[in-house]
């Protein structure tokens, strides 16, 4: 079979930060030919398009779509002008049609799946990635790209209506969908790179190994977290990510006296991070977004002990079923947890164990990886 894929977002980026998953857009190795359709301007290595969709033959097609050219052209969006203009530059790809088209995120990408499914005849499914929650966007999206959403939002959520399967890959995405379209949007976790069980870490010794995964932004903040080091001498934490918040953090752990106990690293390829988390002994996350991050979920299926802000962790039906620990978002409650930890290191082990128990029963590769497959072959099966 041939699926093609659509994703508004850059793969050369990905690869910069080291999030490229061996066969992350052909779940299963079900599809034997991938197409992959860049909306925007990109130029990943092609080495990287044959990794993501591996063992598949592939392909890397881009249209180069300007944001600003786009609303100027379909005078703000609208939503008929919109699928006019995408169908004029994805015309030249519908002579060989995929038998199936999977859009990735609740943006332009589900726009254009429905336009190819439609000039195609084929059918179409979109998968999303975020949790539109207005009150965080207002605080932690930037004003362009909230109007750029609240422009495209009326072809998005026709998109949405039309696909033949609607996938979030967590739970709290579907509180803000449109009714009808939440009620049949099923949940399917994201793909990651842990691919075996490792055995839960039984080191007893000191330091304790603490690790921060991914970008340090607003609304992902770890001076929470470099400032409990203050008061944890036995605790030494690992930085892996980037972001606007980098070099705050940097500074904060040098004024703060704990940059000897601090490690920062910019970016790791993402079997090399899968690999390297059986070493660490606990995850900390201080996050405002509704998600269920893949980090989480890797560190959590190698059998890392989580620490996670309160709020809106805990709201979160996948962090309930997950046994995590909660704190309140300040240095002092991080420090506590921390404290706590390492100094029953029986208990931490016992906390990694049932946190990897629960992990391995909602997000066992193999299972997750058939149930997309089994949900994309079933769309695609229906239109033969």
Not at 6 to 26: Q, V
Not at 166 to 171: E, G, K, Q, R, T
Request: glycine residues 8%; proline residues 7%; negative net charge.
């Amino acid at each position: 079979m041939h699926l093609m894929v659509i994703l508004e977002d850059r793969i050369s980026e990905w690869e910069a930060k080291g999030e490229i998953l061996d066969g992350y857009f052909n779940p299963a190795g079900v599809f034997d030919t991938v197409t992959v359709l860049g909306l925007v301007e990109d130029q990943p290595e092609d080495l990287m398009i044959a990794r993501l969709c591996a063992p598949a033959r592939h392909r890397y097609v881009n249209v180069g779509i300007d944001r600003r050219g786009l609303m100027t052209a379909t005078f703000g969006l609208r939503p008929g002008r919109l699928e006019t203009r995408l169908a004029r530059l994805i015309s030249d790809l519908l002579s060989d049609p995929p038998d199936l088209v999977r859009a990735y995120g609740d943006g332009l990408a589900a726009v254009a799946a429905a336009v190819v499914g439609r000039e195609a005849q084929i059918p179409y499914a979109v998968s999303l990635h975020t949790t539109p929650d207005p009150h965080i966007q207002s605080q932690y999206v930037g004003a362009r790209d909230r109007l750029w959403r609240r422009l495209l939002a009326p072809s998005v959520h026709q998109a949405l209506r039309g696909a033949g399967a609607v996938m979030a890959v967590y739970a709290p995405i579907r509180d803000y969908l449109p009714p009808d379209i939440a009620e049949r949007t099923v949940v399917v976790p994201n793909v990651v790179g842990v691919t075996a069980r490792p055995t839960v870490s039984e080191r007893y010794g000191v330091p304790m190994r603490a690790l921060w995964l991914g970008r340090q932004m607003p609304g992902r903040d770890p001076g929470p977290i470099i400032a409990a080091l203050k008061v944890t001498p036995n605790v030494e934490l690992t930085l892996i990510g980037d972001g606007p918040l980098h070099d705050t953090a940097q500074r904060a752990a040098e004024e703060g006296g704990v940059g000897r106990r601090t490690s920062f690293i910019r970016a790791m390829d993402n079997r090399e991070l899968c690999a390297s988390l059986p070493r660490y002994d606990v995850l900390v996350v201080n996050s405002a977004f509704r998600e269920m991050p893949k980090t989480v979920m890797e560190a959590a299926l190698s059998g890392l002990p989580i620490i996670v802000n309160r709020l809106p962790a805990v709201e979160s039906p996948e962090y309930a079923s997950l046994h995590v620990l909660f704190v309140d978002g300040n240095s002092g409650a991080y420090a506590s947890a921390l404290r706590d930890l390492e100094g029953n290191p029986r208990k931490r082990v016992a906390f990694a164990q049932e946190t990897q128990d629960a992990a391995w029963r909602m997000w066992d590769p193999d299972r997750v990886a058939t149930q997309t497959a089994d949900i994309l072959r079933a769309l695609a099966e229906r239109a033969d």
